[in-house]
């Protein structure tokens, strides 16, 4: 009996991550997703610019290379062009909610019946380590050396907040992978993400609380618990819209039994 | 087929969705508007898909989405929407995927206005966007051509793996003539076994990438498109010859421009000027090889542009300098009348001063004559 293998939609391609890094961890939950739900072949994905912007070699559906930020224009137009395919995004947070944040906003209004898997690590990992839109307020990187001062630098965005306001998307929800109970609960979710559009419901994305233990100058160890210290603190974990859940039994509670703050 | 009264724009609109379009993405710009609301219309109907988008570079990305599915897409837009579109446009041509951007220019730079020009020929021929590479560009000089030209992109755009230009101006977009349109294609498609279409797990993943971070990959494939651009320009200039066989002095112009240099060249022959036209159908490719030969008798070239002079480089890189071009130009959204034209013909066939400009640039003739005769 096989108890663990590698999913069928990952490619034997090596990742490039750094040690401790979480993609591994947020590839192979989509992939899982891919897997379980039978998609593989009729799934196109759309990689970012930033860390992950070699994904196109890891997972094993046909896959596209967008330009920074434009991930879910260009999963528009795949999506306008062949509306029987499953589309997904696969983003870093500089690359949605900073230099992509118009095209987050309109494909999440107008419903776009794609899903968008968000990495939120608080940091431009590839470059180097500057300062993210999500980058919390006092949070060292190489362009805040002083800390995210937010007189200057301005706050946090709060992404699944920010879009769970737009009457438009279908499903919004914040998850982490930085221990066994938050990774279980995060596969449950991005699952749901990808039903949510083969069942033709809309737009659905999770934002996934990653590590960055290179950049952030921590050990893999201490970055998964500053996680919990730091980073969920600021962005609390839950669902934080569900349209057909609060449109049909009115039980929007959050699946991963925390409370979302409101 | 018979004839029907359109606006350029609606033209374009129309023959896009006869070659076979179904996806068009845009954003509201003057003066290219009733293209879009052109296609507002249609394409609901017709199973089509119309999306207005958040910005010019979401048009231009979801036009890079559907191009990956290898379905037949455009865009289309005015300059200052044109230059927003760049960065889409060097990844398109970078992923070597065929699409259609039509920019209907007006004047520059910056939010110019809103009046006809022709001053984004050096974005639209040389690259525009970062690295490499080339557009097809072709240019309208009626609402029969922008019909016509717009059909012929996407059959050039699809053979070649090239994304094509319509670079038209705010003059045909507006006008309305009679136009012959061509009875519709089969919707799609050309074999794109490159396409994402999902594996439907019988192949291995298709890619759609501009991204080679091992310099030797990314120099070969830059060589290789070149290959490309090498044969399209062996194969695909296009150009009309006005007047040409006794020509003694040739005009070069395109689009509206050349309709401008038609009226004026007949005055001229009037006058006994044997002059003729050159008018390049093409941009990129752009016709060198007719010009070099017409190089070969007549004493004298003259550009004439809705810009501060643009296309007058290839001019002179086509002849290698060896007669003198001068440039009869208007520029922010201005027509030169055909009776300026008239005079920098005349002033060409004088030979006594240069010709005709805003800006004074006379040194063009003796700078390029002196040297060459």
Not at chain 1, 120 to 140: D, E, F, H, K, R
Not at chain 2, 76 to 88: A, D, F, T
Not at chain 2, 233 to 254: I, K, N
Not at chain 2, 315 to 330: A, Q, T
């Amino acid at each position: 009996m096989i108890v663990f293998e590698k999913p069928k939609s990952l490619t034997d391609a090596e990742l490039h991550y750094c040690p401790g890094c979480t993609h591994g961890i947020i590839h192979r939950l989509v992939a899982e997703a891919i897997d379980s739900l039978g998609i593989e072949g009729n799934t196109i994905g759309v990689a970012p610019v930033g860390c992950a912007v070699m994904a196109y070699n890891y997972f094993a559906c046909d896959m596209v290379e967008a330009a920074h930020g434009r991930a879910p224009a260009m999963a528009t137009g795949i999506k306008r062009s062949l509306p029987d395919r499953i589309v997904f995004t696969y983003q870093g947070d500089g690359d949605l909610a900073s230099i992509g944040m118009a095209e987050t906003v309109h494909a999440a209004t107008r419903n776009e019946n794609i899903t968008v898997i968000f990495v939120n690590n608080a940091i431009y990992g590839m470059t180097g380590g500057q300062m993210a839109p999500t980058s919390l307020p006092g949070q060292v990187t190489q362009t805040s050396p002083y800390g995210r001062d937010v007189l200057t630098a301005g706050y946090p965005v709060k992404v699944a907040e920010l879009l769970s306001s737009l009457d438009g998307p279908e499903f919004i929800a914040r998850v982490a992978v930085n221990n066994v109970k938050n990774v279980k609960n995060a596969k449950k979710v991005i699952e749901k993400a990808f039903r949510n559009q083969i069942d033709g419901k809309g737009f659905s994305l999770v934002e996934v609380i990653s590590a960055c233990p290179t950049n952030w100058g921590m050990t893999p160890q201490k970055a998964l618990d500053w996680i919990d210290e730091k980073m969920i603190p600021y962005y609390p974990l839950g669902v934080y819209k569900d349209k057909s859940a609060s449109a049909g039994a009115g039980s929007a509670r959050p699946q991963n039994g925390q409370e979302v703050q409101p | 087929m018979a004839k029907v009264l359109m606006k350029g724009n609606e033209a374009i609109a129309e023959a896009a969705i006869r070659a076979g379009c179904r996806h068009y993405f845009g954003y509201p710009i003057t003066p290219q508007t009733e293209l879009a609301a052109y296609m507002a219309k249609r394409m609901p109907k017709i199973g089509g898909v119309f999306l207005q988008a958040e910005s010019e570079i979401a048009a231009i990305n979801m036009v890079y989405g559907v191009a990956a599915t290898g379905r037949r897409v455009m865009t289309s837009s005015s300059s200052p929407g044109v230059s927003l579109k760049q960065e889409g446009i060097s990844y398109i041509a970078g992923s070597d995927l065929p699409a259609l951007i039509v920019n209907v220019q007006r004047g520059g730079p910056g939010l110019g206005g809103i009046q006809p020009s022709q001053s984004d020929y050096f974005q639209a021929t040389k690259g525009g966007g970062h690295g490499d590479y080339h557009l097809i560009v072709v240019a309208p000089s009626s609402v029969q051509e922008m019909a016509d030209l717009t059909a012929l992109a996407f059959d050039l755009s699809d053979k070649y793996r090239v994304p094509s230009m319509l670079l038209a101006d705010g003059t045909i977009g507006q006008m309305m003539e009679p136009v012959e349109l061509p009875e519709p294609e089969a919707p799609e498609f050309t074999e794109k076994p490159w396409a994402v279409t999902g594996t439907r797990l019988q192949r291995p993943h298709h890619i759609v990438n501009s991204l080679y971070l091992v310099p030797e990959e990314l120099e070969k494939k830059n060589f290789e498109r070149f290959e490309t651009y090498r044969q399209i320009e062996q194969a695909e200039v296009r150009y009309e010859a006005f007047r040409m066989e006794d020509a003694e002095y040739c005009v070069v112009a395109f689009g509206i421009a050349a309709r401008v240099a038609k009226n004026a060249i007949a005055a001229a022959r009037k006058e006994g000027i044997k002059v003729g036209l050159i008018r390049p159908i093409t941009l990129w490719p752009f016709p060198k090889k007719a010009l070099a030969e017409a190089a070969a008798h007549c004493k004298a070239f003259l550009s004439v542009e809705l810009s501060m002079g643009q296309m007058i480089e290839d001019v002179k890189l086509s002849i290698d300098c060896r007669r003198p071009v001068s440039l009869c130009n208007r520029a922010g959204g201005m027509i030169p009348s055909p009776d300026e034209v008239l005079d920098s013909i005349r002033s060409l066939s004088r030979r006594d001063k240069p010709c005709l400009s805003a800006d004074g640039q006379g040194p063009s003739l003796q700078q390029t004559g002196g040297a060459a005769q």
